[in-house]
């Protein structure tokens, strides 16, 4: 009898030194992952959300029905957040007749541009849990382009302080809207 007691103690000391030992000491305990800190959906029926990476394909241009792009911002955090776009790579096309409406609407683009723009109320805020929902947030390519190659638009909504500046090391998220013309 004493021996099991002395092989059970043994078998738990050892167990609890094995599980010691394994963990780093300067690593933090692991946490299951809260999930991002915003979300992006579209427009369309239950508002899919759009994931890192996206591609939106469009074969028309220029109408809001078929060619647009409509989409809501969602702040998961328990503060207010402020966000903004950037305008990160342009293939095919220099910007001119694609329209970006988010805070404001901006008729014509260009890269490495952030909107809203500085003149433009900076950022967009959105209060704890909310959504800042309007049927005016969209992209929408106005140029039909010389009606054979594909055109793209690089995205990437960020997060950002009061005062428009990116929040280093915060999330982002990028997407693709594209135009093929038919042919």
């Not at 959504?131 to 990437?156: A, C, M, Y």
């Amino acid at each position: 009898m004493k021996m099991k007691k002395l092989m059970m103690k043994s078998f738990v000391l050892l167990f609890c030194l094995s599980i010691l030992s394994c963990k780093d000491d300067d690593s933090p305990i692991p946490t299951t992952p809260s999930g991002p800190d915003f979300t992006v959906t579209t427009h369309e029926t239950g508002h899919p959300e759009i994931t890192e990476g996206q591609v939106f394909t469009f074969n028309t241009y220029g109408d809001p029905a078929t060619a647009e792009l409509g989409f809501d911002i969602n702040n998961k955090t328990s503060t207010v957040s402020h966000y903004r776009v950037i305008t990160e790579e342009f293939v095919n096309s220099t910007g001119w007749d694609f329209e970006l409406c988010f805070g404001l609407c901006y008729p014509g683009i260009s890269t490495g541009t952030m909107y809203p723009t500085s003149d433009g109320g900076t950022v967009v805020t959105v209060q704890p849990g909310e959504s800042q929902t309007s049927v005016g947030n969209h992209f929408l390519n106005k140029n039909p382009g010389d009606g054979i190659q594909t055109q793209e638009w690089n995205f990437r909504f960020i997060q950002c302080d009061a005062d428009g500046n990116e929040i280093a090391g915060a999330e982002s998220l990028s997407l693709t809207y594209k135009y093929v013309p038919l042919t």
